[in-house]
Nanobody
Framework: QVQLVESGGGLVQAGGSLRLSCAASGRSFSRYAMGWFRQAPGKEREFVSRISRSGAPINYADSVKGRFTISRDNAKNTVYLQMNSLKPEDTAVYYC???????????????????WGQGTQVTVSS
């Protein structure tokens, strides 16, 4: 079992940067792959990025590739999402999620993840 708490969201102008953090409870963080998802009003929850338990491989949605960077610090039970060159279309609630399986398929799908945080709001103004 794990509890996840996101932080670092806020209001930023287009072109700006934010760094999101997700702090996990429990003893098994290093055993989980971790993902970031986002959900805009009226839209389905959308895959953003995933990092394997060992730190590789790393995957990104095409929409954020080259702008966002996911990382993790297993000693701190924390996963990060550095977001640069933010665009208004990045506006959403961002969620951290844990995947307890080692080998997974369809890692972009919500159903692959076992635990979710409550989300943190990111708003990008034009």
């Amino acid at each position: 079992q794990v509890q996840l708490v996101e932080s670092g969201g806020g209001l930023v102008q287009a072109g700006g940067s934010l760094r999101l953090s997700c702090a996990a409870s429990g003893r098994s963080f290093s055993r989980y792959a971790m993902g970031w998802f986002r959900q805009a009003p009226g839209k389905e929850r959308e895959f953003v990025s995933r990092i394997s338990r060992s730190g590789a491989p790393i995957n990104y949605a095409d929409s954020v590739k080259g702008r966002f960077t996911i990382s993790r610090d297993n000693a701190k039970n924390t996963v990060y999402l550095q977001m640069n060159s933010l665009k208004p279309e990045d506006t959403a609630v961002y969620y951290c999620a844990a995947d307890t399986a080692d080998q997974v398929v369809a890692y972009t799908r919500v159903y692959r993840y076992d635990y979710w945080g409550q989300g943190t709001q990111v708003t990008v103004s034009s």
